[in-house]
């Protein structure tokens, strides 16, 4: 079974600074992929970024990056230039390759508060 | 292009009372999921659907939950009779079923079971 951990319940940023989100997951797979989702206050689950196993070259999408070590099994999100609206819940998550989708196994979040 | 639709998006009942939830995919995806997140920690998955067929349902608790997609789109997901422990946020989400999705959330529904 594949497990995800975030060890940082909470971390605060100041407005306009970089923060790191820390993943780390377990699996005995080769071919799967990662993702960071955001949850804000309203709850609605939104893709921050999506990250391949296959590739080597980490994801990038505007301020938001990640720095995937496949061989360690860690898979942080940087956030450069934090805003308000960066406040919400994150959740790193794991799914395994298959031809029709498979279940997301997520962490246990960390809350982000940007601070103004 | 429309998200996923999940309704209601709150509900209270008492305990070993019965409820449904609905939700519908983003069009023309072919993969459909019910997390369950209680407060405080990630979503788990209960059920995964494939079209009409199930592919996944190893975490419903099957002697109160259950969940159907007939005609292949939209699915409902019930409990009964609801326990305190069932007290979260149900998520449907959805994906394109080829293999490398993403998967798109809906708002949620609260459920309180008091």
């Known amino acids: 079974a594949q497990t995800v951990t975030q060890s940082q319940p909470e971390m605060s940023v100041q407005e306009a600074e970089t923060v790191t989100l820390s993943c780390t997951y377990d699996?005995?797979?080769?071919?799967?992929?990662l993702f960071w989702y955001k949850q804000p206050p309203s709850r609605q689950m939104i893709l921050v970024i999506r990250?391949?196993?296959?590739?080597?070259q980490n994801a990038t999408e505007n301020r938001f990056s990640v720095n995937f070590q496949k061989a360690a099994k860690s898979f942080s999100l940087k956030i450069s230039d934090s805003q308000l609206g960066d406040t919400a819940m994150y959740f790193c998550?794991?799914?395994?390759?298959?031809?029709?989708?498979?279940?997301?196994?997520f962490g246990t979040g960390t809350r982000l508060a940007v601070r103004p | 292009e429309a998200g996923v639709a999940q309704s209601p998006r709150y509900k209270i009942i008492e305990k070993r009372q019965s409820v449904a939830f609905w939700c519908n995919p983003i069009?023309?995806?072919?993969?459909l999921y019910w997390y369950q997140q209680i407060l405080g920690q990630g979503p788990k998955l209960l059920i995964q659907?494939?079209?009409?067929?199930?592919?996944?349902d190893s975490q419903l608790p099957k002697d109160r939950f259950s969940a159907e997609r007939l005609k292949g789109v939209d699915s409902t997901l019930k409990i009964q009779p609801a326990k305190l422990e069932d007290s979260a946020v149900y998520l449907c989400?959805?994906?394109?079923?080829?293999?490398?999705?993403?998967?798109?959330f809906g708002p949620g529904t609260r459920l309180l079971v008091l």
């Open positions: 989400a959805s994906s394109t079923g080829q293999g490398q999705e993403t998967q798109y």
């Open positions: 699996t005995s797979e080769n071919n799967y992929y």
């Open positions: 990250q391949e196993a296959y590739k080597q």
């Open positions: 998550a794991f799914m395994k390759h298959r031809s029709s989708g498979d279940k997301l196994t």
């Open positions: 069009s023309g995806h072919a993969t």
């Open positions: 659907f494939q079209n009409n067929g199930v592919v996944d």
